[in-house]
Structure formats: structure tokens, C-alpha cells
């Protein structure tokens, strides 16, 4: 007989099968023992969208949980992360080296942060705070696999920030400018999508480093906030009138030495046209071509990259898992003495997940996005 | 008054300004003096090039030399390099990071191996043997700089190798492989325009490292030539009716290590969507491109580079300079140890520069192109 034992929660316990919030009860007949079922509310995929995402694309399903088999363990979920490259796993065909296309009728996947209330696993003891991916819901069953690991938080930190600037958009930025980048002081750094998630964190650290830092970002509000908030020494608007090239050639003149992109296609392409000798292109997502039919466009001026003598990497940030103990330093340290603004755009409730995300690939965020649960 | 200093040269002299080989006489009519004049045939680009070049873009000049200034040398010409790179430089408006396009009138760029005949310049004594970027002509006056540097030949080495496998394309292939390729034993290598000058030198340097090496070239006579003689572990012909992305597939499943390219276009863009997990990607030109109209095509699979966490830099041999000697003694120990092939395309005569350089853009040779004077 398997019991939960699930002390922060507190449920009515109900007859038969009816939902109760997050809790249900059913009667089992072979003993007549009257047993508690926990219910899981989960946002399902449930089509592969037609180029943009709609909120239909989703559905919300409250399944009773399952009882927990050996090795596994159960996560009360706190925070989804929204990350737009999960975008690209949406789409019919998108396996690549990360993942398989996600399961239509699946929970949507997801990087989560949640607290483990009941375990089968010695590595993961209730009550651990632990990050990993697992989807859209409430209640997660993880086995350690799928990035799991604990979180030991600092007091002096919120907990959301093991989700944002200590949790994968953090790593992402640090691993990215840190080891593609490999910025020297003075140099010119340009990021794009430079509000979001990844891109607001990714020029504090490069200004940090002692580079001079131009966030790309969509209209004029956000560029305002990007210089007057997040303090980037330069903001270009490419919805504005002027080209996006012209544009470059007025704040890096000589080139830029480091360019940190999110958004793939056709502005990398641009992008690549205007690099300083031995510049280093940091490819972390394209964003712009995730919700492409047909897939991603071609890029123009790679020819660049041998005339400037330049190099373009990718990367996966849990490919530095061993160093994320170096970042959280790195990150914390700055958090601490109020040298990094880490903005979040929150969303409350399980069900706000599928309208967030689209929110976020449509460029209304500043900052991080994060659903609270 | 200047004299020329001439020993290894005959040549008859004759009155007037008539043309008589390489030499011609003129009357100094101030003094009555009668003076040698050095005529020096140059093969000139006439105009731009419609798409793809023809004999008729350029034209035979014979100059009689002019006396040279302080700091200058005059080379005469042993062998020049036909390089596929120069291409680039023919177009309207092709200006890089390298040098500006070739200007009309003017004797087509490229890189020399001459001797020097007469010396204003101290670091470049009569004598000398010396590599640099002059142009097709029979004679050069040089001061020193574009990339000249003096060559003392290895006895046991024959002289053209300097312009070969231990010149611009021997540097090329080894600093783009150890460089940004890094091979590691049973690493799968492959190289495009496999039978071109530095492809043909890139593959067994490869081979050398404990690369299993796949050559892709147009043709099946040729790739039976690089499996052959040149010791290609697999060999592609991209010519034939397979699409070239399933023959990729079948001699690298696991995808590919590092990919030297040569090609560009296309071509790249099919590769890039063939690596293995952290891929290097040697951008060393893009032969397909230089023709074309309008500029570069852009690229394919760019994304792949992300989810491959793969690499792809571009670099220039003559970054590489003080590095030279690593890589002459490596390859010189090759040749000497009979382990590396390196085959060269002859033509003979100034006059034969420009179909030679068009046939090797058709991809005719077989080797490194070199013209001998």
C-alpha cells in the first residue's frame, strides 16, 4: 500500500473521483480501503501548431498521479522556466542532437524547479530543492536523469534566481561569452533578443568583463529599459526604420568583436556582415526560425567568418555541468553586490503556461520568463 | 645611372625598342648612351569577368622594367601560384579583409617564387630566393612587404614544394588542421575539393594525424586518383546521380569529425548538416562562390552548429607567420619520409596563365597548380 505523505499540502478529502482542487479521493473495492488520490494538472500539447503558436495548440488535463515506482521520486513543481528554444521541439520532424520532437497529447517539456515530496530515490530525499526538465504540471515523476539535480540554495538569494540567472539562462549566458566569447576588456560585445531570458543576463556579464555592450532588442520601450535599466552602453531597435546593418556600422564601426546570438537567419546573417578580425560568434538559438514551416532559413555572409578570420560556436549549457559550481560563483557574486539586474516577467498558475510561452515568442517579455505555480 | 645586373640572363641586344625575348635596347638621346632595357611580359586582367571567367579576360602586356627605388628588389620570376582564393579579388567591388579587388590594367595578383636579380633592399640580397604576393609577370619589384619572406631550400627538397606543400597551400591545410580542426585519432576527416592544391595536401595530413579521411571531388576518374595516389581512406564523387547528403550519410553515420572546406555554398550547407557532436568546421574558402553574380549564396543548417555543438572558423595561412617553420618541418619531414604525395599541375610560360587559371576554377587539374617561367 502506497501512502503520501505530503505534509506542505493540505487537500479535502472528498468521495469518489471528484477533483477537489489538487486532491481526489476513490474507494478501493477489493478492500474497501478509502484511499487519497493525488491529482496532476497538466498543460498537454495537443497539436503540432501551424507555424505561429496559438493558445489552442495547448490543453489543460488534471490526471490523477500515479504511485511512484523504485528509483523514482516526486516533484511538487514551484517555477516552469519558459525558454523559447523549446519552440523548436513543438514542430512535427524536430528531433535533433537535445531532443525528440515532444509527443503530441504529452505534457509540454520544460525546464522545472520543484521540491520533492515523496522518493524512491537515496539521491533525491524529500525535501530537496531540485531543477531538471520535465514538463508543464504540477507534480512531476523524475528518476535523475533529464538534467535533475539539487539545488542547495544561498540564503541570501531568491529561490527563483536557481531558475533564471543561476539556473539554465544563466549557464547559458556565463558558458557562452565565457568560453565562445572569451571577452577582453574593451571590446565591443552585441547580443540580440537582448530582453529576454538569456540576453539580459548575457550583457551584464559581458559588461562585467569590461566590454563596451550593445543590446539588439524590438521597439523603442524595451530599448529604453535595456540602456536605462539593465545598463547596456548601446540599444539598437531593429523594428526601426533604419536597417539593422546601417545600424551596426553607426555603433560598431570597426566591427564587433563578440556577437551573442539568439534569434538565427536572417539577422545573423546581417550580423556576420559586420565582424571585427578574430571576432567570436556565439550561436545559443534562433528563436526567429523556430516557428518556420520548412525549416530554418539558409545564413548569408558566412564567407565573412574566413575574411575576418572569425569562428562561430554552438553550445549546450548542460554541457558545462561540471563547471556550474564556477558560474553559480561567478552569478552570485554579482547578484550580491547589486551588480546584475535580473528581471523576471511572471505568470501565475499552471494554466497560464501556454499563453505565457506565447506571449514570450511574440517579444512581450522583459526578462526572464517564469510561471509560478 | 642604373645598370642591371643580370648574370644568369642572356639576351641579345638589339637598337631601337624592338622587342627580342626579354630584352630590348633604346637609345638615350641626352646622352647618346645606349642602354639594356629588361622587358618584362605581365599578363594583365583586362576587364571584370562576366560570371565565369574566360581567356579573354585577360590580356599579354610586355613592359619594359622601370629602375627600382631605395628599399625596393627586383625578383625574377621562377613559378606562380594558381590559387582558387584570387578568384575572389577579379569581381567588381570585391574588397575584403584581404586586399582590395584587382584593379583593371593591372598584372592579375598572385603568389610568387622568384629569385632576386638586383637589390636596393638590404633584407633581400641578390640571390636570394624568395616567396611573396606579386602578380603574373615575368619580373617583380617588391620592397618587402606582401608577404615576402626569403626561402632557403632544403637540398633534399625540390624547389617548387616552397610554392607548394611548403608554401601557401601546404601552410593553409596544416594550420586550418591543427589548428582549428585539432584532429584526435579515428577522428573521421573530410575535405572537399579533395584533388585541388590544398585539399590534395589536407587529406594526408589528416591521414598522418590518424584521421580516417573521406575526399569529396567531382568525377570518378579523379576520385579513383585520390584513393590511388593519394591514399583517401573513402572517397566521394559529388558529380555522380546520388544527392551528395546520402553519401555523407553512408561513409560517416556517425557524422563528421572535422570537415575542411574549400567549396562554400551548397555544398557547405549540406555538410554542415552531416557533423558529429562537436564538429570542427575549417572555413577555408568557397571556390563555389567566387563566380557568382551578386555575391555570396547564404548557407544551410547553420542551426546544426548548435545542436552539434560544432564550430566553424575561418582563418588565413599568412596569420600564421611565425609559425612557418612548425609547419615546414612537419611536412618537409612527410616528404622526406615518402609520406606525402604531392602532386603538381605544370604549365609552362607567362603566356599560359590564364587558361591555366581557368581550367583549374573547371576543376581540370589534378594537384597543386603551379606555372613555371
Known amino acids: 500500500m502506497h501512502v503520501f505523505y505530503l505534509p506542505e499540502l493540505f487537500a479535502e478529502v472528498i468521495s469518489g473521483f471528484k477533483i477537489d482542487g489538487c486532491w481526489a479521493t476513490r474507494v ?11 491529482m496532476n494538472t497538466r498543460v498537454l500539447l495537443a497539436r503540432r501548431p501551424a507555424e505561429h503558436l496559438v493558445a489552442a495548440d495547448f490543453s489543460i488535463d488534471p490526471q490523477p498521479l500515479r504511485a511512484l515506482k523504485d528509483g523514482e521520486f516526486m516533484l511538487k513543481n514551484l517555477y516552469l522556466s519558459l525558454d523559447v528554444g523549446f519552440r523548436q521541439w513543438m514542430n512535427e520532424g524536430s528531433g535533433d542532437n537535445y531532443l525528440e520532437p515532444m509527443p503530441l497529447g504529452e505534457p509540454v517539456q520544460s525546464i522545472i524547479m520543484g521540491k520533492v515530496v515523496e522518493s524512491l530515490n537515496e539521491s533525491f530525499p ?15 515523476i523524475a528518476d535523475g536523469s533529464d538534467l535533475m539535480r539539487i539545488i542547495e540554495p544561498d540564503s541570501e538569494v531568491e529561490l527563483h534566481e536557481y531558475l533564471c540567472s543561476l539556473g539554465p539562462s544563466g549557464m547559458t549566458a556565463y558558458f557562452g561569452i565565457m568560453d565562445i566569447g572569451q571577452p577582453k576588456k574593451g571590446e565591443l560585445f552585441v547580443v540580440n533578443a537582448a530582453a529576454g531570458g538569456i540576453g539580459c543576463i548575457a550583457g551584464q556579464i559581458a559588461k562585467a568583463e569590461g566590454c563596451s555592450t550593445v543590446g539588439i532588442a524590438g521597439g523603442a520601450a524595451k530599448c529604453s529599459w535595456l ?5 547596456y552602453d548601446q540599444v539598437i531597435d531593429y523594428k526601426s ?4 546593418e546601417l545600424q551596426l556600422k553607426k555603433v560598431a564601426p570597426a566591427g564587433m568583436d563578440i556577437v551573442y ?7 545573423l546573417g546581417t550580423m556576420l556582415g559586420q565582424l571585427a578580425e578574430n571576432a567570436r560568434v556565439i550561436l545559443c538559438g ?6 518556420r514551416e520548412g525549416g530554418h532559413e539558409p545564413v548569408a555572409n558566412m564567407w565573412e567568418l574566413i575574411t575576418k578570420r572569425a569562428r562561430a560556436e554552438g553550445f549546450m549549457f548542460s554541457d558545462y555541468e561540471d563547471r556550474y559550481p564556477e558560474a553559480i560563483g561567478y ?3 554579482l547578484l550580491k553586490s547589486g551588480s546584475l539586474v535580473s528581471p523576471v ?7 497560464s503556461s501556454g499563453q505565457a510561452f506565447i506571449d514570450m515568442l511574440a517579444g512581450h517579455n522583459l526578462g526572464k520568463c517564469l510561471i509560478k505555480l
Not at 546570438?261 to 539577422?267: K, R
Not at 516577467?345 to 494554466?351: A, D, L, M, Q, V
Open 28 to 38: 478501493n473495492n477489493r478492500n474497501g480501503y478509502k484511499r487519497m488520490t493525488q
Open 126 to 140: 524529500v525535501g530537496s530543492l531540485v531543477m531538471g526538465r520535465t514538463a508543464w504540471e504540477q507534480y512531476s
Open 227 to 231: 540602456k536605462d535599466t539593465l545598463g
Open 241 to 244: 526604420a533604419e536597417p539593422l
Open 261 to 267: 546570438d539568439n534569434v538565427g537567419g536572417p539577422m
Open 286 to 291: 534562433a528563436v526567429s526560425q523556430y516557428e
Open 331 to 333: 552569478i552570485t557574486g
Open 345 to 351: 516577467n511572471w505568470s501565475e498558475g499552471i494554466e
